[in-house]
C-alpha cells in the first residue's frame, strides 16, 4: 500500500488543522492506521491510531482531548483533526498502516507502510 500525507501548513498557537493521508494500491481494511510526529533532532513518535474497523482509537498522552483520529474506508483516507494547538506539536506528521490486529498498534515498529510526511507548524 502507499500513503500519501497532506494538508499541513503553518498556524497559530490555539488554531486548528486536519491533515490527510490517502492510501492506494491495497485493501484499506486491512489495515490499522496510525500518525506520528518527528520534530526536528528528535525520533518519531506515536500520536494517534484506529483500529482496521475503526472501533478503537487510541492517543498519545500530550495530545488525548485536542486531536481526533478518524477513517473514511470508502475514500481510503486517515484524518488527524488537530485542536488547540500548540507550538510544541511543530513536527513533520507521518502517517502509517499496520496489520497488527491482535493489539492496539502504537508502536513504530507495528507499522510495515509510511507516507512522506506533511510539516505543521504552530506559532506563538
Known amino acids: 500500500v502507499q500513503l500519501q500525507a497532506s494538508g499541513g501548513g503553518v498556524v497559530q498557537a490555539g488554531d486548528s488543522l486536519r491533515i490527510s493521508c490517502a492510501a492506494s494500491?491495497?485493501?484499506?481494511?486491512?489495515?490499522?492506521m496510525g500518525w506520528f510526529r518527528q520534530a526536528p533532532g528528535k525520533e518519531r513518535k506515536f500520536v494517534a491510531t484506529?483500529?482496521?474497523?475503526?472501533?478503537?482509537?487510541s492517543y498519545a498522552d500530550p495530545v488525548k482531548g485536542r486531536f481526533t483520529i478518524s477513517r473514511d474506508d470508502a475514500r481510503k483516507t486517515v484524518y488527524l483533526l488537530m485542536n488547540s494547538l500548540k507550538p510544541e506539536d511543530t513536527a513533520i506528521y507521518f502517517c502509517?498502516?499496520?496489520?497488527?490486529?491482535?493489539?492496539?498498534?502504537?508502536?513504530?515498529?507495528?507499522?510495515?507502510?509510511w507516507g512522506q510526511g506533511t510539516q505543521v507548524t504552530v506559532s506563538s
Open positions: 494500491g491495497g485493501t484499506f481494511t486491512n489495515y490499522a
Open positions: 502509517g498502516a499496520s496489520v497488527v490486529h491482535w493489539k492496539v498498534a502504537t508502536q513504530y515498529g507495528d507499522y510495515a507502510y
Open positions: 484506529i483500529t482496521w474497523n475503526g472501533d478503537i482509537t
